[in-house]
């Protein structure tokens, strides 16, 4: 893999720029360490304090056990209570000790099933965890990786099936593009963790069916629902549109997000000496290209829209933080991958967007969702519960492509 090196000149590698990512990450860890309740981590409000009866979940849980085990691992005294705060939670309330696995909340209540998207999570929590020395990391790891072999993954499909029910009965007919991109995201962690190249191989199987067998035949759209034949359902949730997990039509914030892992998932296959096909990188830069393209002011504001219909034609108009954070984080490693000015310019552009409209430096953290006008709102995603997507982003771009972000930071690797 032909990965260039970018002159000191670049934004992406001056010493200010970099000393800013890293004290703006500190400021998001800061806030979210209010988060923690005592059966693991709970959603904060737009100031930053747990409203009256916040109750923890695992999504939650396993995104701030992931960033505090990164914060651990950066050399950041005083995180590694909060990740091991996190496996005991995953370890305790949030697992189904009859079934195994793991609930969407404590003991069940409210529950709608056992899903891909939570269990991967799981999955990349318990790898950094590890990384981070956590006690009981090692346990939870074991477990994460059982219920992902045992239930989700199929072999046949070459992807994660989604949602059962507690008892791992009635599986959904259905299949989702999310749950299985977060899965590549993980597969890539446990690769280093467990020295098994296995998980690279099977987030190549899921890239190459959603990305280049269906994105690709589709303008690279990146089509979100199928059936449990993986036939897409191009008219899911026409009539809930703004759902936070399975919208309607396309979402640019998921294609910038696939352009990254495709880059990552093409290094890692280079750094375990397996064959990367050349198309990972050609998919992620028309991706990439496609969504800036077809997502950027393209309602006559500034800033991405969360979703588009099948014409390209705007249908959720609001500008959510991580697709702008996953834009960063995209740009940046195109940029580091080719070397190329454009995608200087867009992780300029992305960022300086960032900076006048989602940093709250008043309140803390970032405003989790701009109006149409891109004023703050709270319609999709009220408060600031979110760390990983904005956190990952200040990292990435001072970490080279493989390993993973955890693995980089355990075994202090730099870019240059």
């Given at each position: 893999?032909?990965?260039?090196?970018?002159?000191?000149?670049?934004?992406?590698?001056?010493?200010?720029?970099?000393?800013?990512?890293?004290?703006?990450?500190?400021?998001?860890?800061?806030?979210?360490?209010?988060?923690?309740?005592?059966?693991?981590?709970?959603?904060?409000?737009?100031?930053?304090?747990?409203?009256?009866?916040?109750?923890?979940?695992?999504?939650?849980?396993?995104?701030?056990?992931?960033?505090?085990?990164?914060?651990?691992?950066?050399?950041?005294?005083g995180y590694l209570a909060y990740v091991e705060h996190g496996v005991a939670a995953l370890r305790g309330a949030m697992r189904d000790a009859t079934y195994g696995g793991w609930f969407a909340h404590p003991e069940g209540d409210t529950d709608s099933g056992k899903t891909a998207y939570l269990h991967a999570f799981?999955?990349?929590?318990?790898?950094?965890?590890?990384?981070?020395?956590?006690?009981?990391?090692?346990?939870?790891?074991?477990?994460?990786?059982?219920?992902?072999?045992?239930?989700?993954?199929?072999?046949?499909?070459?992807?994660?099936?989604?949602?059962?029910?507690?008892?791992?009965?009635?599986?959904?007919?259905?299949?989702?593009?999310?749950?299985?991109?977060?899965?590549?995201?993980?597969?890539?962690?446990?690769?280093?963790?467990?020295?098994?190249?296995?998980?690279?191989?099977?987030?190549?199987?899921?890239?190459?069916?959603?990305?280049?067998?269906?994105?690709?035949?589709?303008?690279?759209?990146?089509?979100?629902?199928?059936?449990?034949?993986?036939?897409?359902?191009?008219?899911?949730?026409?009539?809930?549109?703004?759902?936070?997990?399975?919208?309607?039509?396309?979402?640019?914030?998921?294609?910038?997000?696939?352009?990254?892992?495709?880059?990552?998932?093409?290094?890692?296959?280079?750094?375990?000496?397996?064959?990367?096909?050349?198309?990972?990188?050609?998919?992620?830069?028309?991706?990439?290209?496609?969504?800036?393209?077809?997502?950027?002011?393209?309602?006559?504001?500034?800033?991405?829209?969360?979703?588009?219909?099948?014409?390209?034609?705007?249908?959720?108009?609001?500008?959510?933080?991580?697709?702008?954070?996953?834009?960063?984080?995209?740009?940046?490693?195109?940029?580091?991958?080719?070397?190329?000015?454009?995608?200087?310019?867009?992780?300029?552009?992305?960022?300086?967007?960032?900076?006048?409209?989602?940093?709250?430096?008043?309140?803390?953290?970032?405003?989790?969702?701009?109006?149409?006008?891109?004023?703050?709102?709270?319609?999709?995603?009220?408060?600031?519960?979110?760390?990983?997507?904005?956190?990952?982003?200040?990292?990435?771009?001072?970490?080279?492509?493989?390993?993973?972000?955890?693995?980089?930071?355990?075994?202090?690797?730099?870019?240059?």
């Amino acid at each position: 893999m032909n990965t260039h090196n970018l002159p000191a000149t670049h934004w992406l590698d001056t010493p200010a720029h970099s000393a800013w990512r890293l004290a703006e990450a500190q400021r998001l860890l800061a806030f979210a360490k209010a988060a923690k309740l005592p059966d693991g981590f709970g959603s904060l409000d737009a100031r930053g304090q747990l409203p009256p009866g916040a109750r923890a979940d695992t999504l939650n849980t396993a995104r701030m056990t992931h960033c505090f085990a990164l914060a651990h691992l950066q050399g950041l005294p005083g995180y590694l209570a909060y990740v091991e705060h996190g496996v005991a939670a995953l370890r305790g309330a949030m697992r189904d000790a009859t079934y195994g696995g793991w609930f969407a909340h404590p003991e069940g209540d409210t529950d709608s099933g056992k899903t891909a998207y939570l269990h991967a999570f799981v999955g990349l929590a318990a790898s950094s965890a590890v990384l981070a020395d956590a006690v009981n990391a090692s346990a939870l790891l074991e477990d994460a990786v059982q219920m992902l072999d045992a239930h989700f993954w199929s072999e046949e499909e070459g992807a994660l099936r989604e949602t059962f029910s507690r008892a791992w009965q009635l599986p959904e007919p259905y299949r989702g593009a999310n749950s299985n991109m977060h899965a590549v995201e993980a597969f890539l962690t446990l690769a280093d963790v467990t020295g098994h190249s296995l998980w690279l191989h099977r987030a190549l199987r899921i890239a190459e069916r959603i990305i280049h067998n269906h994105a690709a035949a589709n303008g690279y759209r990146v089509i979100e629902h199928f059936d449990a034949l993986w036939q897409p359902l191009p008219h899911y949730n026409q009539e809930r549109p703004a759902d936070q997990f399975r919208p309607y039509g396309s979402t640019p914030g998921h294609a910038l997000e696939w352009a990254r892992l495709l880059l990552h998932l093409e290094a890692s296959l280079d750094r375990a000496g397996l064959d990367a096909p050349g198309w990972l990188h050609d998919d992620a830069r028309a991706l990439f290209d496609a969504a800036c393209l077809q997502a950027w002011n393209v309602d006559g504001a500034e800033g991405f829209v969360y979703t588009l219909d099948w014409a390209d034609r705007p249908v959720v108009r609001a500008r959510l933080h991580w697709v702008h954070a996953e834009a960063c984080a995209a740009a940046a490693a195109l940029l580091q991958r080719t070397g190329e000015a454009q995608y200087e310019q867009w992780y300029r552009r992305c960022w300086d967007f960032i900076a006048n409209h989602f940093i709250d430096l008043a309140a803390g953290s970032w405003h989790h969702e701009l109006d149409a006008h891109n004023q703050p709102a709270g319609t999709l995603w009220p408060g600031k519960p979110d760390l990983y997507h904005a956190y990952q982003a200040l990292l990435l771009p001072g970490l080279p492509l493989a390993p993973s972000l955890a693995s980089c930071l355990a075994g202090n690797v730099t870019k240059r």
